[in-house]
């Protein structure tokens, strides 16, 4: 067994580290976690020859064949994480390190250059390994054009949507991570003074400093918009094909055009919470608190209470010198923070999906005929593993504005969400249904460009890359073949063994003077 697979044992058997108690949640797995561990084993190289090594390896071929293992990769792929975890912890009761090794995974050493063997920690390693491996999905050959994706359409009966900020960005609404979205925005004006603009989002910050995400909600605001996407999801819906969308997106337009089957994954702001005593109200009773620059508090919390009696004056105290020098060396305190102070429902960076996430999904995924990935960069963990948990042999369609290349699609249609789904509805045969009259900008106020005909271009160098109006693939997705570059003369000797190039005119060039190494060997420093 190669000592990519493990790098040294502890003496202890494996079998001596017991299954722990599994937990069916999605939420604790990150594909990312453990990269440190995986970067070290790659800059160590080869591990020399270690006897517990040689032991786990006959363990684990005692315990699975090569065609044991090749059946263990297609149940993960097909029954999912939790179902595999089931069937070879709990069930099986496979001790974990067996398993680790049987999946290639490292193992991370503690202190003393032993591998950690508490329970919990080599679980959730081993969710991490599992989900590394449903990441590396391979498309599905016979899906890779729009044509496929209307037929897609037309036959199934359960797809799951799921949705970010980019499905409004043909709107003139911001996403948060291009180069012109919501964190580029923060970064460059810096009317917040952040270090990071993540801090925006993050709970603990919060905590600390409430007003600074209010003045960023107050100057956002809040728009009723029209959305072709909406829309279109409507009239899934309305055709008993959409399972549920499973939007990143907080500002609820998808139930306000009529959309009931969607799960809001980072909750909302139709709904706002104490962070205190936990009353929870509805969110439109932040509103005036917000747009006239206060923090909005708890009700509950802040009740007037009767006015306590004044105690009787405290005598003053006698001045003393040397008791002011050491006050003066104190820093001087910030004022505290009110105390009930309201927190919109949506999930901030450090709080936990609700456990309606872990429920639907387990469902969903079941069933599920088709998944259509649709203004996403997918970099928010757990929705972003939400292709690694659907059935490897379910067709997953991206629609997107730029390339996302950290996933496998079987088709990529690539520009603005609006006019994929334009696109798609005409080739289907369904008209979207006219904007909604409480919509608080026209279309053109949006900047959602007028209706045509549309016709996707492949991309140069991808068979299952389309590109629609709004498209941005940079180098990853060309639409035209590169500039071809110049060809070359061929070299002529002048007779004295130097070579000569001829130029267009006619004309030779003086043969090119003799030159050193050096250029090599600068060539051969940067490899070394």
Known sequence: ????????????????????????????IN?????????????????????????????????????????????????????????????????????????????????NKEPHTDPALLQRLLKVTLSRILRRRQKLPDVNTPDDVVTLIQRSKKIIVLTGAGISVSCGIPDFRSSSGIYAQINENNNYELEDPQQMFD?????????????????????????????????????????????????????????TRVLQCHGSFATATCIQCKTRVNGTELKDDIFAHRIPLCKACNRETPAKPQSKPKKKDVWNPRQKDEDDDLDIP???????????????????????FDHYLFEDRESVDLLLVIGTSLKVAPVSE??????HSVPQILINKT???????????????????????????????????????????????????????????????????????????????????????????????????????GELSPAPPDRHDSDRNIKKSRLQ
């Not at 067994?1 to 108690?21: C, F, G, R, Y």
């Not at 363990?59 to 097909?78: C, P, Q, V």
């Not at 899934?236 to 959409?242: C, H, R």
Request: hydrophobic residues 35%; aromatic residues 8%; contains cysteine.
């Open 31 to 111: 594909s990312d976690e453990f990269d440190e561990h995986s970067d070290y084993e790659h800059e160590a190289g080869e591990a020399p020859p270690n006897p517990a090594l040689e032991k786990l390896a006959d363990e684990m071929h005692a315990a699975f064949s090569e065609d044991d293992i090749d059946e263990m990769y297609t149940y993960l792929k097909e029954a999912g994480m939790l179902a595999w975890i089931r069937l070879y912890v709990v069930e099986k009761k496979t001790p974990l390190l067996i398993l680790l090794a049987a999946l290639g995974s490292h193992i991370p050493l503690n202190i």
């Open 334 to 356: 910030t004022p505290p923070l009110p105390k009930g102070i309201m927190k919109p429902d949506i999930v901030f960076f450090g709080e936990p999906l609700t456990d309606d």
């Open 1 to 28: 067994m190669s000592s990519s697979l493990i790098d040294v044992l502890n003496p202890k058997t494996a079998t001596n580290v017991n299954p722990p108690e599994i937990e069916d949640t999605y939420q604790d």
């Open 203 to 259: 709970i603990d910050y919060f905590r600390e400093k409430p007003s600074v995400f209010y003045s960023f909600a107050r100057q956002a605001g809040h728009l009723t918009v029209w959305r072709k996407l909406d829309q279109f999801e409507t009239l899934l819906e309305d055709k008993d094909k959409l399972l549920r969308n499973y939007t990143q997106n907080i500002d609820t337009l998808e139930t306000e055009v009529g959309v």
């Open 386 to 391: 939400i292709l690694t948990h659907v059935p």
């Open 403 to 505: 390339p996302v290349t950290h996933v496998s699609p079987d088709v990529v249609l690539l520009g603005d969400a609006d006019r994929v789904v334009e696109y798609l509805c005409d080739r289907l045969g369904w008209t979207l249904p006219p904007a909604s009259a409480n919509s608080t900008k026209s279309l053109e106020e949006m900047n959602c460009p007028p209706e045509s005909k549309i016709k996707p271009t492949k991309a140069y160098n991808h068979e299952h890359v389309w590109m629609f109006p709004g498209a941005d693939g940079g180098n990853w997705a060309l639409r035209t073949p590169p500039p071809a570059t110049k060809s070359t003369p061929p070299l002529r000797s002048n007779g004295s063994g130097a070579y000569t190039r001829k130029h267009s005119s």
